[in-house]
């Protein structure tokens, strides 16, 4: 079984939502911040949202407003709550674990899962 597990996307239209969850067969209690990031194609895959073991959460610039991102260790996943889908959202989307809000004791895992592609079209 893959440890991390991306589920949720899917096809939507403008201004619709999407909500996209993340399993880590191995917990999230032990680490201090998850990420959601997302790749489009041609693109560098870049980190939209992250929320640590205390609940501090940060977003993109492109997405503040509109993602939310939350988690449940006892579910050992987090979510991303997506409004107001555009266009630009497009992506294949994937969970890890984030070293930017807080870099001390950080070990991102070396498998990615297999992401689940959002699709925001008309």
């Known amino acids: 079984q893959a440890q991390l597990v991306e589920s949720g996307g899917g096809l939507v239209q403008p201004g619709g939502s999407l909500t996209l969850s993340c399993t880590n067969s191995r917990g999230i209690s032990s680490i201090k911040t998850m990420g959601w990031y997302r790749q489009a194609p041609g693109e560098q895959r870049e980190l939209v949202a992250a929320?640590?073991?205390?609940?501090?959460?940060n977003y993109a610039d492109s997405v503040k407003g509109r993602f939310t991102v939350s988690r449940d260790s006892a579910k050992k996943s987090i979510y991303l709550q997506m409004n107001s889908l555009k266009s630009e959202d497009t992506a294949v989307y994937y969970c890890?674990?984030?070293?930017?809000?807080?870099?001390?004791?950080?070990?991102?895992?070396?498998?990615w899962g297999q992401g689940t592609l959002v699709t925001v079209s008309s």
């Open positions: 929320i640590t073991y205390d609940g501090r959460t």
């Open positions: 890890n674990a984030d070293c930017v809000m807080i870099i001390e004791g950080c070990n991102p895992i070396n498998q």
